[in-house]
Nanobody, 115 residues
């Protein structure tokens, strides 16, 4: 099992921005496609964005043009820059392997978009 630690969430007004970070102790970000998921109350985990070992990035249609995923290899970290946030982006955000393979979920980081 790979343990991921997410951070950077918070409360932001509609139209605002947040930058989430995910770290792990190993170098999995350089060898495996990883990314971000989110979960709203009562829903299953929804894939949001992913980045391949080669640096190709993919975004869900719902966040294209607003979110961007990046990797800082030296820090064993991936980031999710979220701009133009909307109330429907409210969720707990997690990073994990993509596609999900049963690896444990971390604690996630709460993002709340509200006035």
């Amino acid at each position: 099992q790979v343990q991921f630690v997410e951070s950077g969430g918070g409360l932001v007004q509609p139209g605002g921005s947040l930058r989430l970070s995910c770290t792990t102790s190993g170098s999995i970000f350089s060898s495996t496609t990883t990314g971000w998921y989110r979960q709203s109350p009562g829903d299953t985990h929804e894939w949001v964005a992913s980045i391949t070992p080669g640096g190709m990035t993919y975004l869900a249609n719902s966040v294209k043009g607003r979110f961007a995923i990046s990797r800082v290899t030296a820090l064993n970290m991936i980031n999710l820059q979220m701009n133009s946030l909307q109330p429907e982006d409210t969720a707990v955000y997690y990073c994990n392997i993509v596609p999900f393979n049963g690896n444990e979920w971390g604690q996630g980081t709460q993002v709340t978009v509200s006035l």
